[in-house]
């Protein structure tokens, strides 16, 4: 009959710390302060890029802030409102705001 040898530990547990999950960045509550003529350069370049049959049909966020845009813009003229605030999704849609590269980092 063989022999086994019991390996006795030091006595030291080890348990692993539950990693903290990064909540998601909201892109609807976080917002930007954007004056008006950033937002009425962008509308002149879709309504352009419209009438343009070479251009590439606008994606449905760009359809969504170009009718919202339309819409709201006559109001902003008639107050003198320099600036509105913008999530961060309309203002990548706009192109105003590009997400940075991750870099990487090495140890």
């Known amino acids: 009959m063989k022999q086994t040898k019991s390996v006795k530990s ?5 348990t692993s710390k539950p990693k903290e999950v990064k909540p998601k960045f ?6 930007f302060k954007i004056d008006i003529s950033k937002i009425e350069e962008w509308l002149q370049r879709m309504l352009d890029d419209l009438d ?3 251009v590439e049909y ?3 966020d760009e359809q969504y802030w170009l009718g919202r845009w339309i819409a709201d813009i006559d109001f ?12 961060a999704k309309e203002s ?5 705001y ?3 590269k991750k870099s990487a980092k090495r140890k």
């Open 10 to 14: 030091a006595g030291i547990k080890q």
């Open 76 to 87: 902003y003229r008639k107050n003198n409102i320099p600036y509105t605030y913008v999530s």
């Open 58 to 60: 606008p994606t449905l």
């Open 92 to 96: 990548a849609v706009i192109g105003l």
């Open 26 to 31: 909201d892109t609807d509550a976080f917002v």
């Open 52 to 54: 343009d049959p070479d």
């Open 98 to 100: 590009t997400k940075p």
